[in-house]
């Protein structure tokens, strides 16, 4: 109850004087705003970020805002097509700090022990793909209205206190804010509740939303109620010790909701409708258009297959996909959600849990783990569990159901496929199926118990609710479902049959008790009768008891037993009713009884009928036993009984299964089992007999061929442990039942069974290359079995304790056991007898949690990790000889242990070691340095984890749960739970193939990785097989996927993650022979005939991310660097950017030097320019191949490498066209600043020569197209241009033009008649017919807009398909076709969640591009069908989906749509084989600007590093990319290789400056990042090594000069000379040692941004390091060039090391050219313009200069000349000589240039 001052209700604003900012605070773009609406003011809060604008109460964390008010109300409206959060934090009693989200950015419910997130949901966008997206135009006010009680008591199991705080974050519109105690009802006022009378309470009037007269409040706002009122909430915390809660967070039911805000009224505020789309339904069907506007009113039809509301839920309206069920509800009813499990459609078990960022972090960049779920459950090696009572029949016969523990298991006996329902968190206590096989109930052991109700066909769970006993022990469900009855007892240990109605639960109704009666008497079994649905009967102690259901009240009544009154009874069955005859007889009751006595009972007249005493066999010499039927002797102890037609099968416990005739005068057959019989069930059609036995055997009798069948078998305890073996698909496991058992994976049956009746087996493991396992007992021994003898082979005892853990090397050569007293023995297995070797005592903690993993070897077999000496120390020693190599300490004594650890791949050389306390901590296997941690895996102890062979894929048990973690995710990885296990797991493994999972626990689950099964995941994502493991120092895993594999089938609902490039640790061949070309992927890939494209090498990269929690965290988000203003391209919806800014041009005319006397080749371009759009062509019948790079056009030889290059551009190319003849390439680009118009460049293909130039758009061309007889061409300008050109191409003269009355995106002709284009609008397509009379040409135009039901936006992409289609991409992802005979769009899906950029169609297949970075293949051969109505709706599929590495902005294929080649935003041309499912790198280059690059000494390979954070090395020879190393959310703008006086080739290194003032080295042989420091409080600016290589020199932006040592680490010595200036330049170069008057080996110098230069002379061996000489450089404060300022360059002369070049922003534009032997200006160079680049040949006396007027100067000092080369489209702000002077790279931006020097 809320205190009196907060009663009835308060306002929070008003109260906290949000408007004086004193106890408040707001971020960001928060402004008081006039709503028309509410006409008053509101709260604006907007932004780009919702973390970067919020409102905040209280102003700071420590305070509270201390309201405890119930209920939450929110009275806001989002701001369209934004999104929006609001962070709650809300306290307990028990002053634990909950977090509660809702938010439009998730795409999901999650939840952690602190954090709830829910997803906010606009109906007008909700689809069964995604539920997030940003609020529609037409977003409405909405009255949130939160039960913060409930919410907690729900999800978490705890008790509301108080709110402490609330987060307002953009985008939206706040009014304000209430808490109270009473639930409101916002439609009405206080005085129409008065006026009506009604039972609710009137919204107060400061609350309400202003409505005019004569309209409803419901057709103007929105009401979001959450949870829902009928929602079963428990009225206090379920206990601790009785909670599902102890293996996941919250108690069960868990509750997986999404808010929605529905933007249409509907007519029915209190009932929302329901509507259930086929669970199997993908989100990319395609819907048909119709003729007229679609009506938005739903179907008032009701159904509830396939939903599983709460007892009293409310039925909703409902979208089921394909990865799970969500709920909608209407805007004026509560919202409803649903339970954790959705049937078959997604794995019930499944729950998405994540690392999350802080609290402020921008939830859009979080990082989500794909696909979703990982995981599906594919097998179950178990039964019973609770209770092996339940195995019933299906009624065809063709399955059986069965429990296995927490799981419910249908079985096909024919195939042996296994379908699951899960969703209960404890065992299965009973089970009931109805005669027809609609519903089937369940129930749970745990306490309070909780049953649900199934639809048996769908296994979705129709309903949850709890029962009213405190344990259940039978069901029965009458044969119509309408009854459900169950058995148990109460708190007090009293017998309860209750009957609950489960009729309207088909209808969409809830489950209802029509009675409950406590009684005496003992139950053990209950039955409803089969001929009447109101008649049950009873049995246990001394009775029997007949009972009827009338008038809501159950009553019973016992049966008069005679004699028999003193029996115990153990199970009944009623005979099945027959109805032939003229009169049929009434069914009979059968009643067994352990003192072999079966009862036949008359129910309608309750009187027994019949007693008899059923007798074992006697042996006889006859061929049949003698049976006795009664008599003296002891009956048959029987256990159960079922009764068909003509047989009745009884089970007893001496484990015999028996039948006999109705009459029982004999037995016909008996089956003996191996132990007693628990469970016996007669098939429908009575030819089958299921049997189950108290020892987890389960099979079936069939009766005509008299042939016994094993359907399962089962460990009768816990599996401790388990191995796998490869070559024949083995699994051994180890129980407490004390038995190892065999089992064949393929099917699941158990092959061996070895029984140890006095020592239990504790550990288990495969010999890998013998038919041999291992295994230890708890008596310290270690045996050998043999599979093919099925015998002990030799055995070892170790007396000091029991066996905890099992490893083996890889070779089979040697076997390692650790007991529970800490000793470790080494055996030997090499030869055929097994022998100890060696015994170290005292190695393993004895004190350590019991693990199976207590032992790990790597999988080279060179190291041995195991836990210990002590309980938080990890040690690693040498296999062969046990001598320690390395001991880290993990934990903290007596706080946290370690408790499992394993190896991840050779190639990482990471040891991943758990925690006591939930932490996974990975180390580097070779140093022991803490490579990452995850934190709040698990809250308890972990007692097994695996990594997979890719290093992917992380699996870690805890409690009773499997996680999945995305491994590759830095620094927050994905993760996803599953449960199933109803006990805690022990052990979690990949199978052999990496394919598969396996849990073991209370059962053994194999679980079937969904990646593995679409085009192998692994391969797409795994580091490839190198020679050499990744170094010590290495700080993050490798992550691979340069090459985007494509899946077999659609993937839906699964979304492929972009490929990530991969780290691989092997030697580069060539050169110098450090470096070699590594194959995309690991892999070797073939060529594509003829006219296929080269292939070219993917590279290796090594991505870290700064900043953050550690080093080594590894992130999905890069840092984004800004050009020229405009932002980056990225693959977000409406992420196309395609033309950049314009550049500066040269103010006086610059003329190129002919080609025979030029010293400048241009050689080759490194880069694409992925801000252009459809600016590649790619012929395959030609193999003719161009694409863009800044200004230049390069038309590429794709089989030998040889680039031509066009020059003639002023400005970027935006896009290119080729003629259908493939003779005439048009290209076009922006108009520069000195043109009035755009430059449009006709080239003849064969001479490469321009032919002609067009000028016509004012600002740019989007847009170009031939004719299909090539007779025109049509050009499209861009927005700010708006006009549509057709040119005639005999003579390129202009034959009409016109100014379009809105923004067009595209045009094309169509292909069937050159006299029609289409054109895109806004929301419309243009049809233009083109008429020509003489000289005279007319465009009759016909537009026609997108119908609102196609829900398109606006139409980016276009392309013609067969006639008369016309295909359609949108910005909403949709893809609209028309009939361009009719105008018409009749058909549109959802093909995307992103933006169309491009579209390409050919017959039978559609290719689609968009912004989200995929590339997708369609079946559309059915569309024309679909035109004409002829097709189903669902006839558009999906073929293949790649991902790529940016947004899909050009494409060319071939006709069959089998080959292309594809280019994206992130400046990377891929070559794409549909065929192969694969995506090979042709072209790549930076998406940043490049800062620096560098060469090897050996002039083999070359580096650059960008603005986004990588370092790339390039192989000279191919100019391909070989290495990246990516470091996240940082810039690297400074880069140096080692010289060749460091040592050998193979140590070579790169050492790289960051912006947050770090410094790295990167080992280039073992691809590996050796060392991370940071010398510099600031952004590193320059950085240099020393001739010897031992020493590295940087500078940052403040001016200081750092002095490091790679070996140590340490930074030991700082020169702050040029503090205040940023440092632009280091260079170091050799000396004389006494040259100069002064000693030292090294002569460097730093240049600073003030025009300074200092040159200095070193000897770091001995720490000397003097100053030589002091330069002060005049400059000036006029600046000619605003967008570059001119840096201070200097460098040494090559030829002249005393000699010291020097340009900056001085008085003159000059090079000055400074003698330190004469110390004095010895030579002076005009230039046109200041500087920004330089460069010096080692060879002849060139220098290179670049300007920032896009020039790029070559001067001659010999015979001072100078000639000047144009083709760069951006400032030249680096020019760098390789070491021979054969070759000059220049950049600008990010294109890169190599050319070849032709002076000497």
């Given at each position: ?1019 797409s994502r795994s580091p490839p097989t190198c020679e050499a493991g990744l170094g010590p120092g290495q700080l993050e895993d490798a992550e691979c996927g340069a090459g985007g594999l494509p899946r077999p089938h659609v993937p839906v609902p699964w979304q492929e993650p972009a490929p990530q490039p991969g780290v691989c640790a092997g030697p580069l061949e060539g050169g110098d022979g450090a470096l070699s070309t590594a194959d995309e992927e690991g892999r070797c890939e073939k060529s594509h005939g003829p006219e296929g494209p080269r292939q070219a090498a993917g590279p290796r990269v090594l991505e870290e991310e700064a900043g953050g929690a550690g080093d080594g965290a590894l992130g999905a988000a890069g840092a984004r660097s800004t050009r020229k203003g405009g932002v980056q391209p990225g693959a977000h919806l409406g992420s196309y950017e395609h033309l950049p800014a314009g550049h500066t041009t040269p103010t006086k005319s610059v003329s190129s030097p002919a080609a025979s006397s030029a010293g400048l080749r241009l050689k080759a371009v490194l880069g694409y320019s992925g801000s252009g759009r459809a600016n590649m062509v790619w012929r395959p019948d030609t193999g003719f191949f161009a694409y863009t790079c800044g200004r230049l056009v390069v038309v590429e030889d794709l089989h030998s490498g040889a680039q031509q290059h066009w020059l003639g551009h002023p400005e970027e190319v935006s896009t290119l066209a080729l003629s259908r003849d493939a003779q005439v390439l048009v290209s076009a680009s922006r108009r520069s600043r000195t043109a009035a118009h755009c430059q449009i460049r006709v080239w003849d293909v064969s001479g490469g020569v321009c032919q002609h130039l067009l000028s016509h758009h004012d600002t740019a061309v989007q847009a170009l197209a031939f004719s299909p007889d090539d007779r025109l061409l049509v050009t499209l300008g861009d927005s700010g241009d708006g006009t549509l050109a057709l040119w005639n191409t005999a003579t390129y003269t202009l034959l009409w033009c016109t100014r379009l009355l809105e923004p067009a995106s595209g045009v094309a002709f169509d292909p069937w008649d050159a006299d029609k284009l289409a054109c895109l609008g806004q929301g419309a397509v243009t049809f233009w017919l083109l008429q020509q009379r003489g000289a005279d040409i007319s465009l009759q135009v016909h537009r026609e807009p997108v119908p609102k039901a196609a829900g398109a936006g606006a139409l980016t992409s276009l392309c013609y398909g067969p006639r008369p289609l016309l295909y359609c991409g949108s910005s909403a992802g949709q893809v609209c076709v028309w009939d361009t005979r009719a105008g018409r769009c009749f058909l549109a899906w959802e093909a995307d969640d992103s933006e ?405």
């Open positions: 109850m809320a205190p009196a001052w907060q009663q009835p209700f308060l306002n929070v604003f008003r109260h906290f004087k949000v408007d004086e900012w004193k106890r408040s605070t707001k971020e960001g773009d928060v402004a008081v705003v006039t709503d028309k609406t509410l006409r008053g003011s509101v709260y604006r809060i907007r932004g780009s970020v919702s973390a970067g604008s919020y409102i905040q109460l209280p102003r700071t964390s420590t305070q509270s805002l201390g309201l405890t008010g119930r209920y939450l109300y929110v009275l806001f409206r989002p701001l369209p097509s934004k999104h929006f959060v609001i962070h709650l934090d809300v306290s307990t009693e028990d002053s634990q700090v909950i977090r509660v989200s809702f938010s439009s950015l998730f795409k999901e419910f999650k939840s952690t022990a602190t954090w709830l997130q829910f997803p906010f949901v606009f109906e007008a966008r909700t689809t069964g793909r995604d539920l997030a997206g940003a609020a529609p135009p037409g977003a409405r006010w909405t009255f949130l209205q939160l039960d913060l009680q409930d919410i907690l008591l729900l999800y978490l199991n705890r008790s509301y206190s108080h709110l402490k705080s609330v987060r307002l974050c953009a985008s939206l519109l706040v009014r304000n804010l209430y808490t109270s105690d009473l639930c409101f009802d916002p439609a009405v006022t206080v005085t129409g509740a008065q006026r009506a009378k009604l039972p609710v309470i009137a919204v107060p009037r400061e609350m309400a939303f202003p409505v005019p007269k004569g309209e409803s409040w419901h057709n103007r706002y929105i009401h979001v109620r959450f949870p829902r009122d009928g929602m079963e909430v428990p009225p206090e915390p379920v206990p601790k010790s009785c909670s599902p809660a102890a293996v996941l967070p919250g108690p069960a039911p868990r509750l997986l909701p999404c808010l929605v805000a529905v933007s249409r009224p509907t007519q029915d505020s209190v009932s929302p409708e329901v509507q259930t789309p086929s669970p199997t339904a993908a989100p990319s069907v395609p819907r048909p258009l119709p003729e007229v506007t679609l009506s938005c009113e739903c179907s008032e039809s009701s159904s509830v297959r396939g939903r599983e509301p709460s007892a009293q839920m409310e039925s909703a309206e409902v979208d089921v996909a394909a990865d799970g069920v969500h709920v909608f509800a209407h805007e004026s009813a509560v919202v409803p959600v649903t339970f954790e499990d959705t049937g078959s459609r997604e794995p019930p078990s499944r729950k998405q849990s994540g690392q999350e960022a802080a609290l402020g972090k921008d939830l859009s960049q979080q990082r989500h783990f794909l696909p979703d779920p990982i995981l599906r459950l594919k097998g179950v090696i178990g039964f019973g569990g609770h209770s092996t009572k339940w195995a019933l029949w299906t009624k065809d016969g063709a399955a059986v159901v069965y429990p296995c523990h927490a799981a419910i298991v249908v079985l096909r006996v024919d195939t042996g496929e296994q379908r699951f329902l899960l969703g209960h968190t404890d065992k299965v206590s009973a089970l009931a199926l109805d005669r027809g096989n609609v519903l089937l109930a369940s129930a749970q052991v745990r306490p309070p118990c909780v049953l649900r109700l199934w639809d048996f066909q769908t296994q979705a769970c129709l309903s949850l609710f709890r029962s009213p006993m405190h344990a259940v022990s039978a069901l029965s469900l009458s044969d119509n479902g309408a009854l459900l009855c169950g058995v148990g007892r109460d708190r007090h240990g009293r017998t309860v049959v209750v009957a609950w109605d489960t009729g309207p639960v088909g209808l969409g109704g809830e489950v209802a008790v029509l009675a409950k009666v406590r009684t005496d008497f003992d139950i053990q079994a209950f039955r409803v009768a089969s001929f009447d649905g109101t008649r049950m009967a009873s049995c246990g102690q001394g009775s029997v008891r007949l009972w009827r259901l009338r008038g809501g009240e159950l009553r019973s009544c016992p049966v008069d037993l005679g004699e028999h009154r003193a029996l115990q009874f153990t199970d009944l069955a009623f005979e099945q009713a027959q109805h032939s005859g003229p009169e049929p007889s009434a069914p009979m009751l059968y009643v067994s009884s352990p003192s072999g006595h079966v009862l036949e009972i008359d129910p309608q007249r309750r009187a027994l009928q019949c007693a008899r005493c059923l007798l074992p066999t006697r042996t006889s010499s006859g061929p049949c036993p003698q049976p006795q039927t009664l008599g003296s002797g002891p009956g048959i102890a029987i256990s159960t009984l079922s009764v068909s037609l003509a047989l009745c099968a009884v089970g007893s416990e001496d484990g015999y299964l028996r039948l006999w005739p109705r009459d029982f005068s004999s037995v016909l057959l008996e089956a003996e089992h191996e132990g007693p019989v628990s469970s016996i069930c007669i098939s429908p059609d009575g030819l089958r007999v299921l049997s189950a036995t108290t020892t987890g055997h389960l099979g079936f009798l069939d009766v005509a061929s008299r042939e016994y069948s094993v359907l399962a078998r089962a460990h009768t305890a816990p599996v401790l442990a388990f191995s796998t073996e490869q070559s024949r698909g083995l699994l051994v496991t180890a129980s407490h039942d004390h038995t190892v058992r065999v089992w064949d994976l393929a099917t699941l049956q158990q092959l061996y069974d070895f029984t140890s009746p006095d020592e239990a087996p504790c550990a288990v493991t495969f010999h890998p290359t013998r038919p041999a396992f291992f295994c230890g007992f708890s008596s310290g021994a270690v045996r050998a079995f043999s599979l093919e003898a099925t015998e002990v082979l030799v055995e070892h005892t170790c007396p000091r304790g029991a066996i905890t853990s099992l490893a083996v090397t890889p070779d089979g050569n040697l076997l390692f056991s650790a007991c529970s007293q800490g000793s470790l023995v080494q055996h030997s297995c090499a030869g055929p007898r097994c022998c100890v070797l060696r015994v170290a005592a005292h190695s393993v903690c004895p004190d350590a949690h019991p693990s199976p993993s207590a032992l790990a070897v790597s999988g080279d077999g060179r190291l041995l990790a195991f836990l210990g000496p002590s309980k938080c120390t990890v040690t690693v020693v040498d296999p062969a000889s046990l001598d320690e190599l390395l001991r880290v300490e993990v934990g903290t004594p007596d706080l946290d242990s370690t408790v499992a650890v394993c190896f991840g791949p050779t190639a990482l050389g990471h040891l991943l070691v758990s925690t006591s306390s939930g932490r996974v901590v990975v180390l580097d296997a070779a140093s022991g340095r803490t490579v990452r941690e995850l934190r709040g895996a698990h809250p308890r102890a972990c007692p097994s984890l695996a990594l997979s062979e890719d290093a992917c894929l992380l699996l870690t048990a805890a409690g009773r749960a499997v996680t999945v973690w995305d491994y590759a995710a830095q620094p927050s990885p994905g993760s996803q739970v599953y449960i199933g296990h109803s006990e805690p797991v022990q052990a979690v493994a990949f199978t052999p193939d990496q394919r598969q999972v396996l849990s073991v626990g209370d059962a053994i689950f194999l679980w079937d990785i969904m990646a593995a099964s679409e085009s192998d995941w692994s391969l169309i950029g491009v579209l390409l169609c050919s017959r039978s297949r559609l290719v689609s591009g968009s912004g989200a970075r995929r590339l997708r293949l369609w079946a559309v051969g059915t569309v024309p069908d679909l035109r004409r109505g002829s097709a189903r709706s669902g006839s558009v599929f999906m073929e293949h989906e790649l991902s790529l590495d940016g947004a899909v902005v050009s494409a060319s294929f071939d006709d069959g749509m089998d080959m292309g080649v594809v280019g994206t935003t992130a400046g990377t041309l891929w070559y794409v084989s549909w065929a192969e499912g694969a995506s090979t790198r042709l072209v790549s280059g930076h998406r940043s600007k490049v800062n620096e690059v560098v060469f090897s000494p050996s002039e083999s390979h070359c580096a650059t590093c960008g603005e986004d954070g990588s370092v790339r090395v390039w192989s000279l020879a191919s100019l391909e990319l070989v290495i990246q190393f990516q470091v996240l959310n940082q810039s690297c703008l400074c880069l140096a290789w080692s010289p060749p006086a460091c040592g050998r080739p193979e140590q070579q290194r790169l050492a790289a400056g960051y912006s947050d003032g770090t410094l790295r080295l990167f080992s280039i042989s073992r691809t590996a990042m050796e060392l991370k420091m940071r010398p510099h409080p600031s952004a590193l600016t320059a950085v240099a090594f020393s001739t010897d290589g031992q020493t590295v020199l940087s500078g940052d932006k403040d001016g200081l000069v750092a002095v490091s040592r790679p070996c140590t680490g340490m930074t030991f010595r700082v020169l702050s000379d040029h503090r205040g200036a940023p440092i632009s330049t280091i260079q170091v170069t050799s000396k004389e040692y006494a040259d100069l008057g002064v000693q030292g080996t090294d002569l460097w110098l730093a240049a600073s941004g003030d025009q300074r230069v200092s040159v200095w002379a070193s000897d770091w061996l001995w720490n000397r390091c003097e100053l030589l000489d002091w330069l002060s450089f005049p400059t000036t404060a006029v600046l000619e060039t605003q967008d570059h300022q001119p840096p201070s360059l200097a460098a040494f002369c090559p030829w002249d090391r005393l000699l010291l070049v020097h340009a900056g922003l001085g008085v003159h534009k000059e090079v000055t050219v400074y003698s330190l032997r004469q110390k004095q200006v010895v030579e002076r160079i005009s230039l046109p313009f200041f500087a920004i680049s330089l460069s010096l040949s080692p060879g002849a006396h060139l220098l290179a200069i670049g300007f920032a007027e896009c020039l790029l100067r070559l001067v001659d000092c010999a015979l001072g000349t100078a000639q000047d080369f144009a083709g760069h489209g951006d400032a030249v702000h680096l020019c760098r000589f390789t070491p021979s002077a054969r070759l000059l790279f220049t950049v600008a931006y990010n294109e890169i240039l190599v050319w070849e020097v032709t002076s000497h």
